[in-house]
C-alpha cells in the first residue's frame, strides 16, 4: 500500500517537474517564434501605457472615479456575523493581492477589494497604514480617495434630515440660493467661472422657513458636551454641573486644599 509520504513526494516531483517544463516551453518559444516575442511585446506596451494613463490621473480624475467605485461597492451586501466577517475580509485581500500582482489593468478592481477588506476590519486606521506599506500607489490613493467620497456622502445625508422639520429653520447651501436673482447678475468671464468651479465646499448657513416676530426664539437644542471656558476655571464654578459657587464655599475650598498642599510637603519633609 503506497503512505501519504510517497504521494506527497510524487506530487511536489511533479509539480516541480511541470514547473520546469513550462519555463523551458516559454524560453524555447520566446527564442524562436517571432509571433510569440512580437505578443510579448504588444502586452508589455499595453501594460506601460495603462501603467502611465492611471499615474497621471489628476486629483479631480481620482475623485470622479472613486465615486463611481464607490457607488458599484455600496451595491454589495456586507457580512454581519464576525465569522462571516473574517472570512469576507480574508477572501477580499486575497482578491485584491491577486489584481494588484496582474499589473495596473487590475488596480482599480483592486482598489475595491481593498476598500470592501476595510469596510469589514475593526481596525480601519491600522489596515490603511498597511495598505499604504503594501499596496502600489494608485491603489492607495483610490482607496484614499473613495474613502474621502464616503465621509462626504455620510455629510450631504446628514443634512437632509437636520434639522428636523419641527425646528422651522433648515440648511442650505449658499451658493445655490438666488435662482433668478442669480440670472439677472452680469456675465462672469472665463476666468471667474473656472475659479467658482475649483469650490468643493459648500458655502452652508441656517435658514428660516417660517416667518418669526421679534425676540421669539428661532432654534435651540440641547448641548451634546459641555465644559467651562478656560476663563471661568478657577475654582469659582462647579466643573460637573457648571453652576457659580458662592464666594464663601469657593474659599473654604480653596483654603482646604491650601492645607492638604501643606500637610503634603509637612509629611515629605518628615519622611526625608
Not at 499595453?46 to 461597492?73: F, G, M, P, R, Y
Not at 476595510?118 to 474613502?147: C, G, H, Q, W
Not at 472665463?190 to 475649483?198: A, D, L, N, V
Request: glycine share 4%; hydrophobic share 35%.
Amino acid at each position: 500500500m503506497v503512505s501519504g509520504k510517497t504521494i506527497a513526494i510524487a506530487t511536489a516531483v511533479t509539480a516541480a517537474v511541470a514547473g520546469i517544463s513550462y519555463v523551458a516551453y516559454f524560453d524555447y518559444k520566446r527564442r524562436n517564434d517571432r509571433q510569440f516575442r512580437r505578443k510579448l511585446q504588444r502586452d508589455r506596451k499595453k501594460a506601460e501605457k495603462t501603467a502611465q494613463k492611471v499615474s497621471s490621473l489628476s486629483l479631480d480624475d481620482i475623485n470622479d472615479q472613486a465615486i463611481e467605485l464607490l457607488n458599484l461597492v455600496s451595491k454589495e451586501k456586507l457580512p454581519e456575523s464576525a465569522e462571516d466577517k473574517e472570512q469576507f475580509f480574508l477572501a477580499q485581500v486575497s482578491r485584491g493581492e491577486t489584481l494588484c500582482s496582474a499589473g495596473p489593468a487590475g488596480y482599480t478592481e483592486a482598489a475595491c477589494r481593498f476598500y470592501q477588506a476595510l469596510m469589514v476590519y475593526p481596525n480601519p486606521v491600522e489596515l490603511v497604514m498597511i495598505y499604504s506599506r503594501s499596496t502600489p500607489d494608485e491603489v492607495f490613493k483610490l482607496i484614499m480617495a473613495m474613502m474621502a467620497q464616503e465621509v462626504r456622502q455620510k455629510q450631504a445625508r446628514y443634512f437632509d434630515a437636520f434639522p428636523p422639520e419641527s425646528k422651522h429653520v433648515a440648511i442650505k447651501d449658499k451658493n445655490k440660493i438666488g435662482g433668478a436673482k442669480s440670472q439677472q447678475k452680469p456675465k462672469k468671464s472665463e476666468k471667474e467661472s473656472e475659479q467658482q468651479k475649483e469650490v468643493v465646499t459648500p458655502n452652508r448657513g441656517l435658514f428660516a422657513t417660517q416667518s418669526f416676530e421679534a425676540g421669539e426664539t428661532i432654534y435651540d437644542e440641547d448641548a451634546v458636551v459641555s465644559t467651562l471656558l478656560p476663563c471661568a476655571q478657577n475654582g469659582q464654578f462647579c466643573y460637573h454641573c457648571l453652576k457659580h459657587i458662592p464666594e464663601t464655599k469657593a474659599a473654604a475650598e480653596e483654603a482646604k486644599e491650601e492645607e492638604e498642599v501643606e500637610e503634603g510637603e509637612i509629611k515629605t519633609e518628615e519622611a526625608a
